[in-house]
């Protein structure tokens, strides 16, 4: 793959004017998954398909307050005309949102960035190793690999939060877990008195499954504290550098590849990431 190494020529950007403008989305339902998350569905004007793969993000902004990055966390393989993302509350932008409230509007810029390339994918095993908010831009993947079932090998999907209170999609996840062709491992770093699963980091999963790492591919996607000690557990496993892929999540604003927030060395992840396999980034200093 060739990545994007520098920002288009001065003459492309006046057609790139359109880039920068939002299109407004009206919310269609928000559900609450945990204490700082909550899920919105959003319909374009005209019930218009958002047209994402899974992996790519959209800038949403609420007039006034400022512009977010934000993974789109629904399959395009179920509604085309609706479509969902997951926000923590953590700032000026999704503060603003977990505010809003069904009928109100927001701005939608995107689908921007390179999602996963599903396509590479079909005929593999399926390791997914999703930690706390990581699984809002997998569940994209892997209910279309859900969808498209008999095209991939074994799914196997590792989670870890920090609490039970902290895990989300529970309902997704008991429906994953209750599937024959899905093997679903959960964790917590600190249990509660109703938890009776896995205690420990996300890692301590890994030491609870075999894979035969020649027809493996590993996703993950979590804060960065939590890749390099997934990927010691990948390596591990043998799984080779070009078929785990993850999702870097860097301060983003422009989201396609004009303000330079997002570089790493000479690479833009808005426009060559999110998703990148860790063959293309393990020589870029600061990438992890
Ligand atoms: C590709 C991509 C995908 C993403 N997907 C998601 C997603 O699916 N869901 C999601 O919730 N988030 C996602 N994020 C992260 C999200 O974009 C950021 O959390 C974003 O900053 C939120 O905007 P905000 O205005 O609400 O927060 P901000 O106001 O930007 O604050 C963000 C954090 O920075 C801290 N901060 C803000 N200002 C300062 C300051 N002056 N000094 C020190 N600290 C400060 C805040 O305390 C907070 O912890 C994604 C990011 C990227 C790049
Ligand atoms: S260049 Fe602006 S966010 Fe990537």
Known sequence: MILTTSHPPIAEAAHDEELFLPTFATIKSIRQLTELEKVFTLELPN?????HRPGQFVEVSILGVGEAPISISSSPSRSAKSFEFCA??????????????????????????????IEKFRGKDLLFA??????????????QVLDER???????????ARTPDELLFKDELKRWGERKD?????????????WTGNVGVITTL????SVYPRNTVAVTCGPPVMYRFVLMELFGKGISEGNIWLSLERRMKCGVGKCGHCQINNVYACQSGPVFSYKEIKGLEEAL
Not at 182 to 193: F, I, P
């Open 150 to 160: 008999a095209m991939f090998g074994r799914v196997v999907i590792l989670y870890g």
């Open 130 to 143: 999703p930690g706390g908010l990581g699984l809002a831009p997998l569940r994209s993947l892997i209910n």
């Open 206 to 209: 890994f030491r609870q499954i």
């Open 182 to 194: 899905v093997e679903l491992l959960l964790t917590v770093d600190r249990g509660d008195e109703s």
């Open 47 to 51: 019930s218009a398909p958002l047209g």
């Open 88 to 117: 923590r509350k953590v700032g000026d932008v999704t503060g603003a949102l977990h505010k809003l409230q069904p009928g109100d509007r927001v701005g939608i810029r995107g689908p921007f960035g390179r999602g996963f390339p």
